[in-house]
């Protein structure tokens, strides 16, 4: 009980420290919404005015205490562009992204741990070069131009995609999540290269340590070793990597959304800091962060529940 | 036995391999220095998006300028910028990661609790933060883009940190009256060479794309001047009409990251 | 064991989306479906600012008149009107049986708060309201019974309807329009998706009767135009304007291409209170020192029209093509001025250009490489928009910026950023003769009279060298085979409701 206690609150905290990043941020960065908001034929008057109405007259620190007021009711304030609750206008386009960060988790997972135990078990074989070079080329594309290619792979020439043929998830879930699978892939791609590496890695190491020695000279056979104690313990330090894989992969929805014209988080992101709306990108951070800790401190846990070794301290 | 001197050989193999084609990059970036066969930010209108050709071997792109004599500039460009970035976020990574893994405590919760929101934060705003602070540029998107690495490596090295603190070698270490410093930087920290060297590829990799993205919003190299990740992304407009400008500059960032990682795989099995 | 496994279910899975994908697509054939890279900024006419909004909203809603094709105002809501002789009172006639989308009469009330409100004049005003700055001049607006509207100037106007054609008509105190917008256009909106599009449907009591016209249109919102161009590719998308020379090379089989004038002036935007370009000679030398005829050769294939001023060429009447000649590509020349401006060797100085805009990144580019043939060097800063706005257009702090400035609906807004004291004058051009014939040509009743001081303003504005002007891009548009009557407007206009099935 006190455990959780004390992670709730350092949870809080982490969140506030990046409400004040963003907040900071936006003081920082050139450009205002009042005067995105009004165009190029606005005069001084009309967006003094609307600045005021929008309270970015007052002193920082009163700003950010009042809207640190007003989320605590779960109000985070009026998208500038959209002049409607910027929690409203999130609330569809999450779907988009989870799925999508969803998917490419799956792909990522069913595609990587096979490629990795594989690379590790052959370690040196022509197997596993093929697979280190292929991994490596995957991983040494930009995600925008991946997303490209895979893109003209799939809608041009295997022609099992539609380009630019999404369904809302309203009105087809099937549909919908049939459309993501591509977008998921230009997600997952470049990480799965990196989970192969690392597992494969993983995996080489422990089978060098004493007790894989010593289990064998005791006459287990190779697969008991491998499965009961190798992959165990080569998964731990895997599991930290999968977290921040998530933390990845939330990122790269960002860049793929843009590709895909997918109308997710990472696109609204995107347009709303262009357009400087200050209530959707504090709504947006602060819920992906969310997503990111709360992960993060899934694999906290799992860590010790795996590692008897952190647990002793 | 001899399985054991093949694996030696094999390992030599991915090692010469990989030199090679770091040195090969090494190499045109030096070349790319005093000569290029055009000069890279002439443009011509007759010339546009010519297919490759003797004159131009990867052809040209749609101002008519020589690839190839730009992606010899835009190499020397693109490893400098992604190997500083790298270089930022992996000394202070590991000074952050050792002292929070090795001690623990109270500052390892305030450090990985700033850690998990530099995470968390899309990069894309803290670049953009970055640059309105210090203004864009070619240098400033080093720093900008460095410090975004941090957290990254000092992930990874602070959970190789809790997994070694405890292990024999350390404890002998402790009684033989070690100081702190040279047991986490002389005793723990080769130990973290495999992981560290994996992440040192891979973020690599991700500095050079990174580079691009940037480039791409307008916030790194400005043009003309050419870098290959801006190369790459002002070629997809182009696919369709002129698919060989997304080939050299491609080519290229696929020999770098593959030579680095065949260096590195490489080292992995010298232990 | 583990391997197994991973291929059984790669396999189903590869299995599934094959049998999925030969689903293929369905489309109403009576749906047109237009790509947009920009999402709206606002479906409340008299809050929206983008160009790229406007263009969309322009088949919901309607002014008391509206531009035509060629740039002539026609009536919309308003039947007719009458001028009293000061030309201050001006009485509107409401279109006979005129309809808003839910059904509603449009009466003069409603017209008498749409007037208001984007002339601010409404208390409390809205401060999201874009209040068009022409308004400042209506001093009343009444509605007189139900059909009649008045509309009191406090000094004769000579464009008043054209801005007046500006201000979209909406229900009185809707308090839905910025969700559930309703106007008299030819088409009624449907819905509205942030980032993915807004559908609208045949209005069927539209005063014009058009048989030919679409059942629904649907715009489609791409995050850029190469996805959307993609997205033609594929089929999904009927009609993609603003298309770059490049595509419309690669446009696939079953599409046909149009071109039109974009009414852009895309210029290098000098600051000429900034070093060295306070220096008249300087600025000649800048515009003497670029070949235009090449830039839009290598950027655009050649499809522009070389600019020589400050002036939409969409206004044909208005316009001045005798100033493109004025100055040449002579480098020498350049040289010679800037060493008479004292810049023996050259300049140095720093292009800001907007990142969001591809074009006029790749036409700087051009720019840089050919200035250095006259001794001057330029470095491109590539910005985002908004801080574009902020830092160029607002605070002024800048050497030069290559931009475009977008056509409005009257020749004025052309010239009247040159004014010196205009708010918007972000070139800090200042010229008391320029603002002395910009005065008279506004009391100008004789509208060729007026088009000669409007000649010489632009002669003025050549003569010193405000700005390089460079062209005018052609404005590509892809059109599916199926379908025909796109049509060019001298403003940013996609109007859906000439498009018909062949």
Redesign the interface.
């Known amino acids: 009980m006190r455990y959780l206690f004390k992670k709730a609150i350092i949870f809080i905290i982490t969140l506030l420290i990046i409400s004040v990043l963003t907040f900071t941020a936006f003081q920082v960065i050139p450009g205002n919404s009042a005067l995105t908001a009004l165009g190029m034929e606005a005069t001084d008057e009309a967006i003094e005015t609307l600045k005021e109405e929008l309270g970015f007259n007052k002193n920082v620190f009163i700003r950010y205490f009042d809207w640190l007021k007003k989320v605590t009711k779960g109000d985070f304030g009026d998208s500038i562009q959209y002049h409607s609750k910027a929690t409203d206008l999130i609330k569809d386009r999450v779907v988009v992204t989870l799925w999508l960060a969803i998917i490419s988790f799956i792909l990522i997972l069913i595609i990587a741990l096979p490629l990795g135990v594989l690379s590790a078990l052959k370690k040196n074989s022509i197997v596993d070069k093929a697979i280190l070079v292929m991994t490596q080329i995957s991983m040494a594309i930009p995600p925008f131009f991946l997303g490209i290619l895979l893109t003209i792979l799939f809608g041009f020439v295997i022609k099992i995609f539609i380009p630019g043929n999404y369904i809302s998830y309203k009105e087809d879930i099937a549909g919908f999540l049939y459309y993501l699978i591509f977008p998921a892939m230009a997600v997952a791609i470049p990480k799965i290269s990196m989970l192969v590496k690392f597992l494969r890695n993983s995996i080489i190491r422990e089978l060098k340590l004493d007790y894989v020695r010593t289990a064998r000279s005791k006459g287990n056979d190779e697969r008991t070793i491998m499965y009961k104690h190798v992959l165990k313990n080569a998964f731990i330090p895997i599991i930290t990597l999968l977290g921040m894989m998530l933390a990845d992969i939330m990122a790269g929805t960002i860049l793929i959304e843009q590709v895909f014209s997918l109308p997710g988080l990472g696109r609204l992101l995107l347009v709303s800091i262009s357009n400087r709306d200050f209530a959707v990108v504090q709504a947006i951070i602060l819920y992906m962060a969310l997503i990111v800790v709360l992960i993060n401190f899934i694999v906290d846990i799992l860590y010790q529940f795996l590692d008897p070794r952190v647990t002793k301290i | 036995m001899n399985i054991k001197l093949l ?1 030696k050989h ?2 030599n193999i991915d090692f010469i391999i990989g030199s090679v084609l770091l040195l090969f990059a090494i190499l045109i970036v030096i070349i790319g220095l005093f000569y290029t066969p055009y000069d890279p ?3 011509s ?1 007759e010339l ?2 010519i297919s490759p050709s003797l004159l131009h071997p990867f052809g040209t792109d ?3 300028r020589d690839i190839l004599s730009r992606v010899m500039k835009g190499t020397g460009t693109t490893v400098i910028i992604s190997t500083m970035i790298v270089t930022i976020g992996v000394l202070f990574g590991t000074l952050i990661g050792a002292i929070t893994g090795y001690y ?1 405590g109270w500052l390892d ?1 305030v450090l990985m ?2 850690n ?11 670049a ?2 970055f ?3 210090f203004g ?1 540029g070619k240098y400033n998107i080093i720093l900008a883009l460095g410090l975004v690495f941090i957290p ?1 490596f000092s ?2 090295v602070r ?2 940190f ?2 070694y603190k ?1 292990m024999d070698f350390v404890n002998n270490a402790i009684l033989l009256g070690a100081s702190d410093f040279r047991i986490m930087f002389v005793h723990i920290l080769p130990n973290t060479k ?2 560290l060297l ?1 992440a040192v ?2 973020g690599l ?1 991700n500095a ?2 990174a580079e ?2 940037m480039s ?4 790194g190299v ?3 001047d050419p870098s290959l ?1 801006r190369m ?2 002002e070629a ?7 698919p060989w400008y ?1 080939l050299a500059p ?1 080519l290229m ?2 020999i ?3 030579g680095f ?1 065949l260096i590195s ?1 490489g080292r ?2 010298e ?1 | 064991m583990l391997k197994r496994k991973a291929i059984m279910i790669l396999l189903i899975l590869v299995l599934s989306i094959t049998l999925y994908g030969c689903k293929g697509n369905m489309k109403s054939t009576k749906t047109v479906t237009i790509g947009i890279t920009q999402d709206l900024d606002s479906l409340d006419p008299h809050k929206a600012v983008a160009a790229g909004t406007k263009e969309v909203l322009f088949n919901i809603y309607e002014g008391l008149y509206k531009l035509d094709k060629n740039g002539e105002l026609v009536s919309a809501v308003a039947e007719s009107y009458e001028v009293s002789s000061d030309d201050l009172v001006y009485i509107f006639n409401i279109r006979n049986g005129i309809k808003f989308h839910n059904g509603n009469n449009v009466t003069a009330n409603d017209i008498e708060y749409s007037i208001k409100r984007s002339a601010g004049m409404l208390k409390p005003s809205d401060p999201m309201i874009a209040v068009i700055s022409a308004f400042s001049v209506i001093s009343d607006v009444e509605a007189i019974g139900d059909n009649t509207v008045k509309i009191v100037l406090n000094e004769p106007d000579t464009e008043i309807l054209y801005y007046l054609s500006t201000c979209d008509i909406i229900p009185k105190d809707y308090a839905e329009i910025s969700t559930k917008p309703i106007g008299t256009g030819p088409f009624k909106f449907v819905s509205y998706s942030p980032l993915e599009s807004v559908v609208m449907e045949k209005y069927n009591d539209y005063y014009l009767e058009n048989k030919q016209q679409i059942e629904k249109v649907i715009f489609k919102i791409s995050s850029d135009t190469d996805s959307a161009f993609m997205e033609l590719r594929s089929g999904v998308i009927d009609i993609l304007p603003y298309l770059t020379d490049a595509q419309a090379e690669q446009i696939p089989e079953g599409y046909y291409v149009k071109e039109g004038s974009m009414n852009l002036i895309q210029g290098i935007f000098l600051n000429n209170e900034r070093e060295p370009f306070n220096d008249i000679r300087v600025r000649q030398a800048l515009s003497y020192a670029i070949d235009r005829q090449k830039i839009i050769d290598i950027v655009a294939g050649g499809k522009g029209e070389v600019l020589g001023t400050n002036m939409f060429p969409g206004f044909k009447n208005y316009y001045d093509e005798t100033l493109v000649d004025v100055y040449d590509f002579n480098p020498d020349k350049a040289k010679e001025l800037l060493k008479e401006a004292g810049y023996d060797n050259g300049i140095s100085f720093t292009i800001k250009v907007p990142s969001n805009y591809q074009y006029h990144v790749d036409t700087a580019q051009i720019v840089v490489e050919q200035l250095k043939e006259s001794g001057i060097n330029a470095d491109i800063q590539l910005i985002e928009w908004s801080a574009w706005l902020s830092e160029v257009y607002k605070e002024r702090d800048y050497q030069a910026t290559l931009s475009g400035l977008a056509a409005e609906v009257a020749p004025r807004k052309a010239l009247e950023r040159f004014n010196t004291e205009a708010g918007n004058n972000f070139m800090n051009y200042k010229n008391p003769e320029f603002d002395n014939l910009y005065k008279t040509a506004n009391n100008t009743n004789d509208e060729n009279e007026r088009i000669l001081y409007y000649k010489q303003m632009q002669a003025m504005l050549t003569k010193d060298a405000a700005a390089v002007y460079i062209q005018n891009p052609f404005q590509i548009t892809a059109i599916n085979d199926k379908l025909d009557g796109y049509t060019y407007y001298p403003i940013y206009v996609q109007d859906m409701s000439l498009i018909y099935f062949k």
């Open positions: 694996k094999k390992y930010n002439v443009m209108n546009k998006n749609n101002f008519g623990g919760e609790r700033m998990d929101a530099l995470l968390a934060f899309p990069s894309l705003l803290l953009l933060v640059v309105g602070i864009v990254s992930r990874i959970s190789e809790i997994t405890n495999p992981m994996s590829v891979v990799n050079v794309l691009a993205g791409f919003l307008g916030l400005q043009p003309p990740g790459l992304s997809q407009s182009y696919l369709f009409n002129a997304a491609g960032i696929v770098i990251v593959l990682s795989g992995l099995f232990k």
